[in-house]
């Protein structure tokens, strides 16, 4: 400060030289309350209690200055004796006596002689005030855990996964895909629903299966049908949920996911989106994510966990299985892959009730529409109900008379509206051709020939 004296200033520097010198400190605090400044000799006097807790001058200059009267002190057990101490006169104690004989008692003379007033006891002093009036004053000695502080502790927490208990769809509540619910019934829902035959095959009660597919198609819908047939727990991963950026962070992440699932096994554990969390590791540069993917294989194997994976099931979904990392699909662990198909027609009837339930409607012929929505996904026809639906309410308001949706107004929005999965087939046309090594996409490659699109 620009009044300060040179004294001062030289003081503060020492100090902020040597923050840990008590003595330093409250000689440079005694000075500052002889200047009058008392809430400086305050925030010193607390910073030195911080560094010596117990340091008595140190609190009995922070009472000074802050205005308080000083604690009396206690008094000793014994009393003190010497050449100049004078001991009491008590009842027991025989009188002096002399040549003359016993001499009259004579009254106690001198500060020595005085009997002690009665000691009382000191007033505690109220460090809970007094913090609270040098709180803003004084910092904190030391720093939070970053990691701590801005949450990344809490997402690695085991008890912090939501985990989904058993739900109310079932594979009934899926719409056709026959072939689909036939490979999960063997996969997963035949050996849970029979465990003595399950034993007596030697079949783990584990597995992984891939769903691969178009997007908008109901991969997630069944992984949700499937834990419903299981009776099983369920819980979603996206890669927002495992990516931290703190170091190992995003390792613990995905061992925590996969230990609340063996504690609350049977589980069912939900990869979303693999290729971004499970990416092939030799396009990618970032070692994080190359960590990323080798903990998920780790885990997958139940190496981390003596009990190992029984009970967990793990069922994963994306749309570029081409670029997913091929240790990921080796037996024993996403050792099965089901490719999910837009909707056929049975599933698309099912689809479009649904979307047109709580819609006024008037004399749809689903039979038409359903013929029209060929290679429509399941997100495509909700689109179409959501597109016919604005189409009947923008005439109502401009007729001013409520309009029903017809089948005209659905297959209008239908010839609009261009399938989505058209991009995806032609994508995957060229990986099923040339790059179908081990027979991996050898159910894309029998639909791509029925559908005549080699």
């Known amino acids: 400060m620009a009044d300060e004296s040179p004294l001062i200033r030289s003081l503060r520097a020492a100090v902020a030289a040597a923050p840990g010198d008590v003595p330093?400190?409250?000689?440079?605090?005694e000075l500052l309350l002889s200047e009058g400044r008392n809430d400086e000799a305050v925030a010193e006097a607390a910073v030195a209690l911080q560094h010596a807790p117990g340091d008595a001058d140190a609190r009995a200059l922070m009472m000074r200055a802050m205005g308080m009267p000083p604690a009396p002190a206690t008094a000793p057990t014994e009393r003190a004796t010497g050449p100049t101490a004078t001991p009491a006169p008590t009842e027991s104690a025989p009188e002096p006596t002399g040549p003359a004989?016993?001499?009259?008692p004579t009254e106690p003379t001198g500060p020595a002689e005085r009997p002690e007033p009665a000691v009382g006891k000191a007033p505690a002093f109220d460090w809970d005030a007094a913090e609270q009036q040098v709180q803003d004053v004084v910092g904190p000695r030391f720093l939070e855990d970053p990691q701590a502080a801005e949450g990344g502790g809490a997402a690695g927490d085991a008890d912090a996964w939501d985990v989904d208990a058993p739900g109310a769809v079932r594979l009934a509540d899926v719409g056709g895909m026959d072939e689909v619910k036939e490979r999960l019934e063997a996969a997963f829902l035949a050996p849970m629903r029979n465990p003595e035959l399950r034993r007596l095959y030697g079949k783990s009660l584990r597995g992984g299966l891939l769903l691969y597919g178009p997007p908008g198609c109901?991969?997630?819908?069944?992984?949700r049908a499937v834990a419903g047939e299981l009776g099983a727990n369920f819980l979603t991963v996206s890669l927002s949920d495992v990516l931290d950026m703190w170091i190992g962070a995003s390792e613990k992440n995905i061992h925590d996911i996969f230990e609340t699932a063996r504690r609350q096994a049977p589980c069912v554990v939900f990869l979303d989106e693999l290729d971004a969390l499970g990416a092939k590791r030799?396009?990618?540069?970032?070692?994080?994510?190359?960590?990323?993917?080798?903990?998920?294989?780790?885990?997958l194997d139940g190496i981390a966990s003596g009990a190992g994976n029984e009970g967990v099931f793990v069922l994963a979904a994306t749309n570029v299985p081409w670029d997913v990392d091929i240790a990921l699909r080796r037996p024993g662990r996403l050792d099965r892959t089901l490719l999910v198909l837009p909707p056929d027609a049975t599933a698309r009837e099912a689809i479009l009730r649904?979307?047109?339930?709580?819609?006024?409607i008037e004399a749809?012929?689903?039979?038409?529409?359903v013929k029209v929505t060929e290679d429509f996904s399941g997100a495509d026809l909700a689109h179409v109900?959501?597109?016919?639906?604005?189409?009947?309410?923008?005439?109502?308001?401009?007729?001013?008379?409520?309009r029903l949706i017809t089948t005209k107004d659905l297959l209008g929005a239908a010839k609009q509206i261009k399938p989505s999965t058209e991009p995806w087939?032609?994508?995957a046309r060229n990986v099923a051709m040339f790059a179908n090594e081990g027979g991996l996409y050898d159910d894309l490659l029998a639909h791509l020939k029925r559908k005549r699109k080699l």
């Open 354 to 360: 649904y979307h047109l339930r709580e819609r006024p």
């Open 101 to 104: 004989g016993p001499t009259e």
């Open 218 to 223: 109901g991969k997630t819908f069944i992984a």
């Open 425 to 427: 087939f032609a994508a």
């Open 364 to 369: 749809v012929d689903l039979g038409k529409l």
């Open 385 to 402: 109900c959501e597109s016919a639906a604005e189409a009947a309410l923008l005439d109502s308001a401009r007729s001013g008379s409520v």
């Open 282 to 299: 030799s396009r990618t540069h970032h070692s994080g994510l190359r960590n990323v993917v080798n903990q998920l294989l780790t885990e």
């Open 24 to 29: 330093l400190r409250l000689h440079f605090a």
